[in-house]
């Protein structure tokens, strides 16, 4: 497999700027995650998708974000008026049900909100 | 709600010493229980995992885990510290069933190691 990529690597934007993040899972992976990581913190869980169909949203996930996967291969996470609290690691995992218990992560996008 | 607390931030071994970084966990059911180690610039990588069964678990890179019912613990051990171990470190607890990738994860715990 060629592994779970994120695109782009970086991301510096200015406060009230909208952004979007790209993953690409593994492709025979059914189910992908959105988690966040902030500086000296473990990541955090904000969304996933089994297919097409977003299953579970975190309290996290407030209003100005959305995520999608619309044909059930890649992902997009859109941050709307972006705020500097947003600043983080935004990290895409994936896995395949039947081994759904292994998590294969992305390296992460790294998010700067100026 | 389910909470990971890993009380060391730090810790530093000399290359060949054993090694053993901690994981408290918080759950009312039977946990399922995970380390995975991030290093720089690269995504996280599981190392194992504890569904059920034998509570010492064996995983990739001759590291292993005891859970620890009684202690509400999953400590990670190795024999022997490579130079190459050096990184961050995170245990984390799922719920299981059909949520069974939202995870919880602990703070984290970087590994230095000295040559």
């Known amino acids: 497999d060629t592994g779970v990529s994120q695109d782009p690597r970086h991301k510096i934007t200015k406060r009230g700027q909208n952004v979007t993040f790209r993953c690409d899972p593994i492709?025979?992976?059914?189910?992908l995650y959105w988690y966040r990581q902030t500086l000296g913190q473990g990541p955090e869980f904000l969304t996933y998708f089994q297919n097409e169909a977003q299953l579970e949203k975190s309290r996290l996930l407030s209003d100005r974000f959305s995520a999608e996967r619309p044909k059930g291969s890649f992902s997009t996470l859109e941050i709307q008026r972006t705020e500097q609290g947003d600043s983080a690691m935004y990290l895409c995992?994936?896995?395949?049900?039947?081994?759904?218990?292994?998590?294969?992560f992305g390296s992460g996008t790294q998010l700067s909100v100026l | 709600a389910q909470s990971v607390t890993q009380p060391d931030i730090h810790i530093t071994v000399s290359e060949g010493a054993s090694l053993e970084l901690r994981c408290n966990y918080s759950?009312?059911?039977?946990?399922?229980l995970f380390w995975y180690v991030q290093s720089p610039g690269q995504g996280l990588q599981l190392l194992l995992k504890?569904?059920?069964?034998?509570?010492l678990v064996q995983g990739i890179k001759g590291f292993e885990a005891e859970f620890k019912r009684s202690q509400s613990s999953f400590n990670l051990r190795k024999p022997s510290v490579h130079w190459s171990d050096a990184a961050e470190y995170f245990c984390?607890?799922?719920?299981?069933?059909?949520?069974?990738?939202?995870?919880?994860f602990g703070q984290g715990t970087i590994l230095t190691v000295h040559p």
């Open positions: 984390a607890v799922g719920a299981g069933g059909t949520s069974y990738g939202k995870l919880t």
């Open positions: 504890y569904f059920s069964g034998d509570t």
């Open positions: 995992a994936s896995s395949f049900t039947v081994q759904g218990e292994k998590l294969f």
């Open positions: 759950y009312g059911a039977t946990p399922y």
């Open positions: 492709s025979e992976h059914n189910r």
